[in-house]
C-alpha cells in the first residue's frame, strides 16, 4: 500500500510542473495580454536553457551513484554540484539578450534553479516526493496569486517573483533533506563532467527533439505569439502526457510480461486514444480561446491533437528498448528527429507562421512512430 502510495504521489508531482506551468500562462496572458506575458516566457525560456546546458544528465548519473555507494552519498552530491557549478558563468550570455536589471534577475534565477534542480536526485533516491509537491505547491500559489495581485505587468517585477518562488521551493527541500546532519566534503574534478556524458547526451537529444520547435518560436516571432505558442504546446504535451499515466500501474511488471499481454496493452492504450485525445483537444479549444483569447485557427488545434496521438501507439515501445538495452538506438532516434524538428520548424515558420511549427511537431511524431514500430534503427 506504501509502495502504491509513493508512486501516485510521484506521479502527481510529475505532472504537476507541466499543469502549474499551463495554469500561470493562461492567467498571465489573461490579464496581461499576450505581448507582455510572451516578454516574460522569452526570459525563461533563455533560463531553463542555461539551466538544462549545466545541469546536464546529473540526475540518472547521481541516482545511481547513491545506490553504488549509499555511505557517500552526500559527498558524491556536492562534488556534482559544486563541479557543475563552474559552469554558472555561461548564464553572462544572458546580457547579450536583456538590459543590464533584466539580466541581473536572469542569473539570480539561473543560480536558484541549478540550485533547487541539483536537489532532484536526493529527493528520488529518499523518496520524498510529498515534500517536493508541497514546494511546487507554495511557489505556484507565490507566482498565480501574484497575477490576479498585480495590476501593471513589468518584467523585472515577476522574475523577482520567480526568483523568490525557488527560494522557497529550495528553503522547504533542504530543511526537510537535513543538510546539517551530513557531513560536508567534496572534489571538484572533471570526472563529473565526462561520467554524465551519456546521461547529458541522451537527456539533450530527447530535449531538441521536443522542444526545438518552441525555442525556434521564441527566437524568430513576435512575442504575442511566443505566448500563444507556448501555452497551446504545453497544454498538448500535457495531453500526450496522459498515455503514460495509463500505463502507469503495468510499468513494473512490463519488464517481465509475455509478448502477449503486451499486445493486449498496446491495444488498450491506441483504443484509447482517439476519443482521449478528441476529447481533449476540444476542452483545450474552449479554454484557450474563451480564457487566453488566443485567436489560434482551428487547424491549430487539429493538428496539435493529431501530434498528440503517435505517442500512445510507441511509447511502450521506447520502454521495450530500455529494457533490452538499446538506449544507443534511442539516442540516435532522438538526434535524427531532433535534426528534422530544427530543419522542418524553421522552413515551415518562414512560408506559414504559427502554423508551421505545430505541422512540424506532428510530422515529427509520425517519424518517431515510424522509427519505433518498423524498427527502423535496431
Same mark, same amino acid.
Given at each position: 500500500?506504501?509502495?502504491?502510495?509513493?508512486?501516485?504521489?510521484?506521479?502527481?508531482?510529475?505532472?504537476?510542473?507541466?499543469?502549474?506551468?499551463?495554469?500561470?500562462?493562461?492567467?498571465?496572458?489573461?490579464?496581461?495580454?499576450?505581448?507582455?506575458?510572451?516578454?516574460?516566457?522569452?526570459?525563461?525560456?533563455?533560463?531553463?536553457?542555461?539551466?538544462?546546458?549545466?545541469?546536464?544528465?546529473?540526475?540518472?548519473?547521481?541516482?545511481?551513484?547513491?545506490?553504488?555507494?549509499?555511505?557517500?552519498?552526500?559527498?558524491?552530491?556536492?562534488?556534482?554540484?559544486?563541479?557543475?557549478?563552474?559552469?554558472?558563468?555561461?548564464?553572462?550570455?544572458?546580457?547579450?539578450?536583456?538590459?543590464?536589471?533584466?539580466?541581473?534577475?536572469?542569473?539570480?534565477?539561473?543560480?536558484?534553479?541549478?540550485?533547487?534542480?541539483?536537489?532532484?536526485?536526493?529527493?528520488?533516491?529518499?523518496?520524498?516526493?510529498?515534500?517536493?509537491?508541497?514546494?511546487?505547491?507554495?511557489?505556484?500559489?507565490?507566482?498565480?496569486?501574484?497575477?490576479?495581485?498585480?495590476?501593471?505587468?513589468?518584467?523585472?517585477?515577476?522574475?523577482?517573483?520567480?526568483?523568490?518562488?525557488?527560494?522557497?521551493?529550495?528553503?522547504?527541500?533542504?530543511?526537510?533533506?537535513?543538510?546539517?546532519?551530513?557531513?560536508?566534503?567534496? =572534489?571538484?574534478?572533471?570526472?563529473?563532467?565526462?561520467?554524465?556524458?551519456?546521461?547529458?547526451?541522451?537527456?539533450?537529444?530527447?530535449?531538441?527533439?521536443?522542444?526545438?520547435?518552441?525555442?525556434?518560436?521564441?527566437?524568430?516571432?513576435?512575442?504575442?505569439?511566443?505566448?500563444?505558442?507556448?501555452?497551446?504546446?504545453?497544454?498538448?504535451?500535457?495531453?500526450?502526457?496522459?498515455?503514460?499515466?495509463?500505463?502507469?500501474?503495468?510499468?513494473?511488471?512490463?519488464?517481465?510480461?509475455?509478448?502477449?499481454?503486451?499486445?493486449?496493452?498496446?491495444?488498450?492504450?491506441?483504443?484509447?486514444?482517439?476519443?482521449?485525445?478528441?476529447?481533449?483537444?476540444?476542452?483545450?479549444?474552449?479554454?484557450?480561446?474563451?480564457?487566453?483569447?488566443?485567436?489560434?485557427?482551428?487547424?491549430?488545434?487539429?493538428?496539435?491533437?493529431?501530434?498528440?496521438?503517435?505517442?500512445?501507439?510507441?511509447?511502450?515501445?521506447?520502454?521495450?528498448?530500455?529494457?533490452?538495452?538499446?538506449?544507443?538506438?534511442?539516442?540516435?532516434?532522438?538526434?535524427?528527429?531532433?535534426?528534422?524538428?530544427?530543419?522542418?520548424?524553421?522552413?515551415?515558420?518562414? =512560408?506559414?507562421?504559427?502554423?508551421?511549427?505545430?505541422?512540424?511537431?506532428?510530422?515529427?511524431?509520425?517519424?518517431?512512430?515510424?522509427?519505433?514500430?518498423?524498427?527502423?534503427?535496431?
Amino acid at each position: 500500500m506504501n509502495r502504491l502510495l509513493l508512486i501516485g504521489i510521484n506521479t502527481i508531482r510529475g505532472f504537476s510542473g507541466p499543469v502549474f506551468n499551463f495554469l500561470i500562462a493562461l492567467f498571465g496572458i489573461k490579464f496581461f495580454g499576450k505581448e507582455d506575458w510572451g516578454a516574460m516566457i522569452y526570459a525563461l525560456l533563455l533560463v531553463f536553457l542555461v539551466v538544462f546546458i549545466i545541469s546536464w544528465g546529473n540526475k540518472d548519473y547521481l541516482v545511481r551513484k547513491y545506490s553504488a555507494q549509499p555511505s557517500k552519498i552526500y559527498h558524491a552530491f556536492y562534488s556534482n554540484f559544486f563541479s557543475r557549478s563552474l559552469l554558472l558563468p555561461l548564464a553572462l550570455l544572458l546580457f547579450l539578450f536583456f538590459p543590464f536589471s533584466i539580466a541581473i534577475w536572469c542569473i539570480i534565477l539561473v543560480i536558484l534553479m541549478h540550485s533547487y534542480n541539483a536537489l532532484e536526485s536526493l529527493v528520488i533516491y529518499h523518496q520524498k516526493f510529498g515534500y517536493q509537491f508541497v514546494a511546487e505547491l507554495l511557489a505556484f500559489g507565490i507566482i498565480l496569486s501574484s497575477i490576479f495581485y498585480v495590476e501593471n505587468f513589468d518584467l523585472q517585477t515577476f522574475l523577482k517573483l520567480y526568483c523568490f518562488a525557488f527560494f522557497v521551493k529550495f528553503l522547504c527541500l533542504v530543511t526537510n533533506l537535513k543538510f546539517w546532519k551530513e557531513k560536508f566534503s567534496y =572534489k571538484i574534478s572533471v570526472n563529473e563532467f565526462k561520467a554524465t556524458f551519456w546521461f547529458f547526451m541522451l537527456g539533450l537529444s530527447g530535449w531538441v527533439a521536443s522542444k526545438a520547435d518552441l525555442y525556434i518560436v521564441n527566437f524568430t516571432m513576435p512575442k504575442a505569439q511566443i505566448s500563444q505558442y507556448q501555452i497551446a504546446i504545453t497544454a498538448f504535451l500535457l495531453i500526450q502526457s496522459l498515455s503514460y499515466l495509463i500505463i502507469l500501474p503495468f510499468t513494473k511488471h512490463l519488464y517481465r510480461l509475455p509478448e502477449k499481454s503486451i499486445a493486449k496493452i498496446k491495444k488498450i492504450l491506441a483504443l484509447t486514444s482517439f476519443p482521449l485525445v478528441s476529447v481533449c483537444t476540444v476542452i483545450l479549444w474552449l479554454v484557450l480561446e474563451n480564457i487566453a483569447n488566443s485567436n489560434l485557427p482551428v487547424n491549430f488545434y487539429v493538428f496539435g491533437g493529431l501530434a498528440s496521438i503517435p505517442i500512445y501507439f510507441f511509447i511502450i515501445d521506447i520502454i521495450m528498448y530500455y529494457k533490452n538495452k538499446k538506449e544507443s538506438s534511442i539516442l540516435k532516434i532522438n538526434f535524427i528527429n531532433a535534426l528534422l524538428n530544427i530543419v522542418l520548424t524553421y522552413l515551415l515558420i518562414q =512560408k506559414i507562421g504559427i502554423m508551421g511549427a505545430i505541422i512540424s511537431v506532428f510530422i515529427n511524431q509520425c517519424s518517431f512512430l515510424c522509427f519505433y514500430k518498423f524498427k527502423l534503427i535496431k
